[in-house]
Structure formats: C-alpha cells, structure tokens
C-alpha cells in the first residue's frame, strides 16, 4: 500500500490539521517520521489535561486552565531566543523540544482544547497566530506564543506591531476563524520565509512545491519557484517557471521585471549549453 502523503490530507472533506502538520514534517525534513507517533502524543497530552481542568466550570476558565497545563506544567513556551529556527515550524520537534513559534504552538493548543470540548480556533493576525475560544459572552483571545496569556484588543494591536509595524485600525475580518488549508499555508509560508532567509534552496524548493499543493491557484508561488531555481543555477527551470507567472498574471508589478530577468537567464544559459 502506498504512503499515506501530505497531498492526501488536502483531499479529506475535514482537515486534520496536526496530523497534516506532521506529514508536512516529513515530506519537508524527516522521511522516516513516525506520524501515528505524535498523534498518539497528542492524545496522551488531551488526557493528561483532562485531569487538570474542571468541565464544569465556564468555558473562559477552561481555556485558562489549559493554558495553565500546556504553557506551566508541561513547559511549551515560544522559543523567543532563536525565533527563526525552522525547527519551531515542524510539529513533531515542536511537541519533543517544548518550544515552538505562534502558529505551531496554536495548533497544539487547538488539538487538545477540541479533543477536551473546548471550541478553539485559529486566528491570522497578521504577523502574528492567535487562538479563539468560542464563549456565550463573548469570544475570548488568548497567546499561545506568550504563555497563553488572555488578550485584549489592544493587546492584539500591540502584537500586530511589533510583528508588522503596523499601527492602523485593525480590521474585524482578522478574528474570524482561519480554515485548516489557510494554516497549512501560513505553516509553509514561515518555512519559505526561513530558507530562502538562508538561502536553503533546495528545501525553499520543496517547500514551494507543498504551497502549490495548498493553492493551486496562487501564481506567486510559480514565481518563487522560478526565483529558487534560478538561485539553485537550475536555468531551464527557473526560466520555466516564470514564464508560466507571467501567463497567469501579465500585468502584474513585477511582470517587467521578470521578462527582463528571463532574458537574462536565457543569456546566461544558451553559452552554458
């Protein structure tokens, strides 16, 4: 029977998003990865929560008492020391090493909280992923980067600043629960961010190659594929690559720019042959 692969989570009617996040690893970075492994650790975990938070009290104090268990008791914490290591992006190191950034620990947190009833969600602030907790009241935002500490949305603006730099109004439709193929894509997109950072081509590559799995649609990841190539002196493919963005989005800012860089490519290629 074939291996269960990462594409194959994108065709399931209800996203796992923690088991998609360990095939992600795997495709990405650990070929022999055990991912019914995690998803067991992530059960045990749920179990071991359930023994530290009262069901019967308000959903608000819940979410706090699981915050208590995941973020004190058991030591998940954001790595704010080396913040871009991509290892904070793959949930399997995420769930070994205890550290992680806003969007893998958020997972985390949403897992166990749904296993427990606790309705969470993810929000995309930009610059920045949030958990929502669904409450009678009102919903309630927490940080699961700062401890899963309550937030405010003055809070909110401050985080969005010192992510971004942005000091306008926030907008409504950031706190609206983000859908499972919209975090896979945030997950990758971190990951594109860091390699290319470091100019890890050929993982910016393979990563690329998962977003265009997630969104098809986008013609800037056919871009950055045809940049990554280029960087990776796969001429033929760079070049490919960029044409195919161009014929998806010819007026696009960048289209003269990119013409003008596929002649130079194609300059560089022909006397290589």
Same mark, same amino acid.
């Given at each position: 029977?074939?291996? /269960?692969?990462?594409?194959?989570?994108?065709?399931?009617?209800?996203?796992? +998003?923690?088991?998609?996040?360990?095939?992600?690893? $795997?495709? +990405?970075?650990? *070929?022999?990865?055990?991912?019914?492994?995690?998803?067991?650790?992530?059960?045990?975990?749920?179990?071991?929560?359930?023994?530290?938070?009262?069901?019967?009290?308000?959903?608000?104090?819940?979410?706090?008492?699981?915050?208590?268990?995941?973020?004190?008791?058991?030591?998940? $914490?954001?790595? $704010?020391?080396?913040?871009?290591? *991509?290892?904070?992006?793959?949930?399997?190191?995420?769930?070994?090493?205890?550290? &992680?950034? %806003?969007?893998?620990?958020?997972?985390?947190?949403?897992?166990?909280?749904?296993?427990?009833?606790? *309705?969470?969600?993810?929000? &995309?602030?930009?610059g920045h992923f949030i958990v929502g907790i669904h409450d009678n009241e009102a919903d309630i935002w927490l940080d699961p980067f700062h401890e899963g500490r309550f937030l405010d949305l003055s809070d909110c603006a401050d985080l969005i600043r010192i992510s971004t730099g942005y000091e306008g109004p926030l907008e409504a439709s950031w706190f609206e629960?983000?859908?499972?193929?919209?975090?896979?894509?945030?997950?990758?997109?971190?990951?594109?961010?860091?390699? +290319?950072?470091?100019?890890? /081509?050929?993982?910016?590559?393979?990563?690329?190659?998962?977003?265009?799995?997630?969104?098809?649609?986008? *013609?800037?990841?056919?871009?950055?594929?045809?940049?990554?190539?280029?960087?990776?002196?796969?001429? %033929?493919?760079?070049?490919?690559?960029?044409?195919?963005?161009?014929?998806?989005?010819?007026?696009?800012?960048?289209?003269?720019?990119? $013409?003008?860089?596929?002649?130079?490519?194609?300059?560089? /290629? +022909?006397?290589?042959?």
């Amino acid at each position: 029977m074939a291996q /269960w692969k990462f594409r194959d989570e994108l065709q399931l009617m209800e996203i796992n +998003v923690p088991r998609a996040a360990l095939q992600l690893a $795997r495709t +990405v970075a650990y *070929p022999d990865l055990n991912v019914a492994h995690y998803m067991s650790r992530l059960h045990e975990l749920s179990e071991e929560g359930a023994e530290a938070i009262d069901m019967e009290l308000p959903v608000a104090m819940q979410a706090r008492q699981l915050s208590e268990f995941l973020f004190v008791a058991e030591g998940f $914490r954001g790595n $704010r020391s080396n913040y871009r290591d *991509p290892l904070n992006s793959f949930l399997n190191e995420v769930l070994d090493r205890q550290v &992680g950034i %806003p969007v893998t620990l958020s997972i985390l947190y949403i897992d166990i909280a749904t296993r427990l009833g606790i *309705p969470a969600y993810g929000i &995309g602030l930009p610059g920045h992923f949030i958990v929502g907790i669904h409450d009678n009241e009102a919903d309630i935002w927490l940080d699961p980067f700062h401890e899963g500490r309550f937030l405010d949305l003055s809070d909110c603006a401050d985080l969005i600043r010192i992510s971004t730099g942005y000091e306008g109004p926030l907008e409504a439709s950031w706190f609206e629960p983000m859908p499972a193929l919209i975090i896979l894509a945030r997950m990758l997109a971190n990951l594109r961010s860091i390699y +290319v950072g470091s100019h890890a /081509w050929s993982q910016a590559a393979q990563v690329i190659q998962l977003l265009r799995q997630v969104q098809p649609g986008e *013609p800037e990841h056919l871009r950055d594929l045809g940049l990554v190539n280029y960087h990776k002196h796969n001429l %033929p493919q760079a070049a490919h690559y960029l044409n195919a963005y161009l014929q998806h989005k010819p007026n696009a800012n960048d289209a003269q720019v990119i $013409r003008e860089g596929i002649k130079n490519i194609l300059d560089e /290629w +022909v006397p290589m042959n």
